[in-house]
């Protein structure tokens, strides 16, 4: 009996600290999502869209323009945002209850979250909700395989250090760039990240619809669409190279599965509509390119990292 209500302590001890983690991953997105939206001038009340749309979710857009109402939704994925309320979710889960409670707190959050306040922008609910639940599922099958695979720890550290690398040079070019520009960068230093790596690699990327200004939008000359593509082709060589370090023969799927899913989360898309008049604008890239592009970089870079380990056996 002593045992039995000691397990049953210990389970109830790590849902606990679960759904303690679930909360402090809310609210880290929250906070970082309110840092970005402020900077950028948005307004605080943005912040619940921006973490919607953090979590795989999307937000309806309404403008009165007298004769017509200009209506339609925003799909990104602002990785700033993501990535925070990943790291502080995941580095909990180190059980099951833990894994339990957390999830518990997390789909709650999710219910919630379209009702909250969200200023011009209206949180869609099923769209958040699905995708949403999508992106939990991401960061619990990738913390769960960390357990199991320790490469694949050192994988998920490499990317998360490119991320923060990224976001560090982003300030950086803020300090000179401005307030928008270091609003662009806490929220979506990752997503041109994303952009830089797999164009390094010859993966093509577009801009879609016409040319309208997106004022909230300053890379600070940091744009990884205007820059050649030599030095994104070094970074992402850098990058492989790692990933064939640590992921050894599993290198080419990884890279492959890595490099596809930059390009279906670094994009973006903005779809409006004036009575009968549309328009779609966006950046993307092509994913079967990109996991083209990973499996042919990460089987050389095995093949390179092979090469050196064998010559510094035989020259040790």
């Known amino acids: 009996m002593a045992a039995g209500r000691e397990a049953a302590a210990g389970v109830a001890a790590g849902v606990a600290a679960g759904a303690a ?3 402090v991953a809310w ?9 970005g939206v402020t900077t950028l001038g948005l307004g605080a009340a943005a912040t619940p ?4 749309l953090a979590v795989g979710g999307s937000v309806g857009v309404t403008e009165d323009l007298g004769p017509a109402t200009l209506s339609g939704s925003v799909h990104v994925l602002p990785l700033g945002v993501s990535l925070v309320g990943a790291v502080l979710l995941a580095a909990v889960l180190t059980t099951w209850p833990r894994l339990a409670g957390a999830s518990a707190v997390v789909v709650a959050g999710l219910v919630a979250l379209p009702f909250l306040p969200a200023g011009d922008l209206d949180v869609l609910p099923w769209s958040t909700q699905l995708g949403g639940l999508a992106w939990l599922v991401v960061v619990v099958g990738t913390r769960v395989a960390m357990w199991w695979f320790p490469w694949v720890r050192r994988v998920v ?15 950086v070019a803020s300090v000179a760039g401005g307030a928008r520009v270091l609003g662009t960068m806490v929220l979506a230093a990752p997503n041109l990240l994303c952009v830089a790596l797999t164009r390094g690699l010859g993966v093509p990327w577009e801009t879609r619809g016409p040319d ?22 070094a970074v992402a060589v850098v990058v492989l190279v ?21 390009v ?12 009968f008049f549309a328009v779609e604008l966006g950046v993307a890239g092509n994913a079967l390119a990109a996991a083209a592009a990973g499996l042919g970089g ?19």
């Open 242 to 262: 790692l990933v064939a370090v640590f992921a050894g023969r599993h290198a080419p799927w990884v890279a492959a599965v890595c490099l596809a899913g930059m």
């Open 157 to 171: 550290t490499v990317f998360l250090g490119a991320a923060a690398l990224a976001t560090l040079i982003g300030v």
């Open 212 to 233: 309208l200004p997106l004022p909230t939008i300053d890379t600070g000359g940091l744009g990884p669409l205007a820059v050649p593509v030599w030095p994104l082709t």
């Open 21 to 23: 983690a679930g909360v």
């Open 27 to 35: 609210l880290g997105m929250a906070g970082w999502a309110l840092l």
């Open 264 to 275: 279906v989360v670094g994009g973006a898309a903005v779809r409006l509509s004036a009575g």
């Open 298 to 316: 990460g089987l050389v870079a095995w093949l390179l990292v092979q090469g050196v380990r064998y010559w510094h056996r035989r020259h040790a």
């Open 49 to 52: 869209a921006a973490v919607a």
